[in-house]
């Protein structure tokens, strides 16, 4: 690949870190939530 080449799927602009901060706790935060509360059901049943 030449220098003045972008690879695939570069749009030549960066996506900012907070933004991505953002995006991953709104993921993690409902999938932590839910193993949690499954996890407090689940021992329920062998107690």
Request: aromatic share 8%; glycine share 6%; no cysteine.
């Amino acid at each position: 690949m030449r220098e003045n080449q972008q690879p695939a799927g570069d749009t030549g602009h960066r996506t900012s870190p907070a933004l991505i901060a953002i995006a991953w706790l709104a993921v993690m935060l409902p999938l932590a939530w839910g193993f949690v509360s499954t996890l407090i059901e689940a021992s329920a049943l062998f107690t």
